[in-house]
C-alpha cells in the first residue's frame, strides 16, 4: 500500500526514531538512498493509524484492531511514547478516571505497589513482586526465594531495584532485576570495615545518579548507604548516630534540592524522625523529631510522610487521617494539622487500613479508608490546601497503598484482590466524548 506524507510529519516521530532516521542525510548517504520513496515490510493498517497519530497528535484506534499489535508496531518504529502520551494526559487529580482495574495479585497484608516513570507499575506481595508494563500486560514475576520484600524503586521502566530482609542464611538486602526479563543484573553489597556484610535494607529510593536505602546489619553497619546502579559498587554510607536512618521506612529522592528525604515512622519507631540527608556533606540538614516538636500531642502518631519540594513543605497523616504541613525551611517546626477528626472509639482505628500520601507537583493525594482525597495548594504554601475531588471505586474496600507515576496514579486494595489505574483522560479522547 501506497502513502504519502512530509519530511515534517516523519520528523513528528523523533530524532531516535526509525522514521525520523529515514530521513535523515547521514543515514541516508550510508544507505545510498537517492529516492524519495521507502518501502517497509510491515503491516500497512497498523502504520496508517500511527502515520495519523505523527500528523494530529491523536490515536484513534478502529474497534478491531488489536491494541497490543498497534503498540508492538510503535516499538518496530521507534514511537511508542509518542502512543503513551496519547493514550491519557498529563496527571490532573480533579479529571482523574478509574481506566482499568487489574485483580490477581493485591496485598491482604499490607504490601505495596509502585509506579514506574512510564506509567507501569510492580506490585509487592511478599517475597514476590508482580511487574506491569505500561500497557498493564504483566511481565515476568520475581520471586525472592521466600525472603519478604520490604521496598521496591524503578530505576528505569527496564530496571527495577529490590530491597528485602536478611534471613537466616538468606543474603537479603538489595539487587537489581530486568524487567522484561526477569533475570538479576546484580546485588547492591553493603561494606562494612572492608568487609561485605549481609543486612536488611527497609525502605529505597532511586536518584539523579545513585539508588539510596535504609541499612540495618547484624554488627554496626546502620544507616542510609548510596550505591552506583549500574555496578552496584557502595558509593557511601551514612551511619546513623543521633537519627534512627537505619530504621527508616520511606525514602524520597527531591531533584531539585538534590536532598533525600528520610522518614522513621511507626511502627518502626515510637519517636517520629523525619530528616533530609545531603551526601555530599555526609549530613542531616533538616530535620523534624516528634518529641522535639514544640506541639507534640501523644494521641498524634505519623503514619507517612511526603515532601512537597516546590512548596518546601512536608505532609504528613497521622492514625486518624488528619493532614499536617511541616516547613522544611528550618528544623523541628510546629505541625499545622489540617484536619481535627478522632474517631469514637479505639476499634474505629484498628478497623481503617492507615493512610497513605503520594504527591505530584502542586498536587497531594491521601488514601482515607476506601478513597482517595485530590488536594491541589498555591506551589509557596501546601499548608493552604484545598481538597478539590475525591475518587472512589466501589469494588475493592479499604486501600493500602498508593503511588504516582508516569502521569498515572496507582490504587492497591487491601480487601479484595486488585489495584486501579488511574489516569487524565487525553484531549483527543475528552474530545471522542461529544
Known sequence: ???????????????????????????????????????????????????????????????AMSEKALYREAQYYGILEHVRAAKWGSLDGNRLECATSISGWATGDGTAIRASQDGGCCVVHGSMVHIYDWTMEEQTPLTLDYVNVNDTAFLNPQRVAICTCERGDKAGGMALFNVNTGKLAHRFRAHHNGHTKNFT?????????????????????????????????????????????????????????????VATLYPHTEDTFIGLLDFRLKDVVWSWMESESPSAMDENVVMDAVAMEESSTVCVVNQYDNLGFIDMRS????????????????????????????????????????????????????????????????????????????????????????????????????????
Open 201 to 261: 535494607a527497609t525502605a529505597m529510593a532511586s536518584g539523579d545518579c545513585y539508588v539510596y536505602a535504609s541499612c540495618r546489619g547484624r554488627s554496626n553497619e546502620h544507616g542510609i548507604g548510596s550505591w552506583d546502579p549500574v555496578t552496584g559498587q557502595q558509593i557511601g554510607f551514612l551511619y546513623e548516630g543521633p537519627w534512627p536512618l537505619g530504621d527508616a521506612c520511606k525514602l524520597q529522592w527531591l531533584p531539585r534540592s538534590n536532598l533525600l528525604l
Open 331 to 434: 528544623s523541628n517546626q510546629v505541625v499545622r494539622w489540617r484536619d481535627w477528626y478522632q474517631p469514637r472509639k479505639v476499634s474505629e482505628v484498628e478497623e481503617r487500613c492507615h493512610a497513605k500520601l503520594a504527591a505530584w507537583g502542586s498536587q497531594l493525594f491521601c488514601s482515607k479508608n476506601d478513597v482517595v482525597c485530590v488536594f491541589c495548594s498555591p506551589d509557596w504554601d501546601a499548608a493552604r490546601s484545598v481538597q478539590t475531588a475525591q475518587l472512589r471505586k466501589m469494588e475493592g474496600g479499604a486501600i493500602s497503598d498508593i503511588s504516582v507515576g508516569g502521569d498515572r496514579l496507582f490504587v492497591l486494595h487491601n480487601e479484595e484482590d486488585v489495584f486501579d489505574v488511574w489516569e487524565t483522560p487525553s484531549i483527543s479522547s475528552s474530545a471522542d466524548g461529544f
Open 1 to 63: 500500500k501506497l502513502f504519502v506524507t512530509s519530511i515534517t510529519t516523519l520528523g513528528n516521530s523523533g530524532r531516535g526514531s526509525m522514521l525520523s532516521a529515514m530521513i535523515d542525510d547521514i543515514w541516508q548517504t550510508q544507505l545510498r538512498v537517492c529516492s524519495e520513496e521507502f518501502f517497509i515490510d510491515r503491516n500497512p493498517s497498523y502504520f496508517s493509524v500511527l502515520l495519523d497519530l505523527l500528523r494530529t497528535g491523536e490515536l484513534h484506534i478502529p474497534p
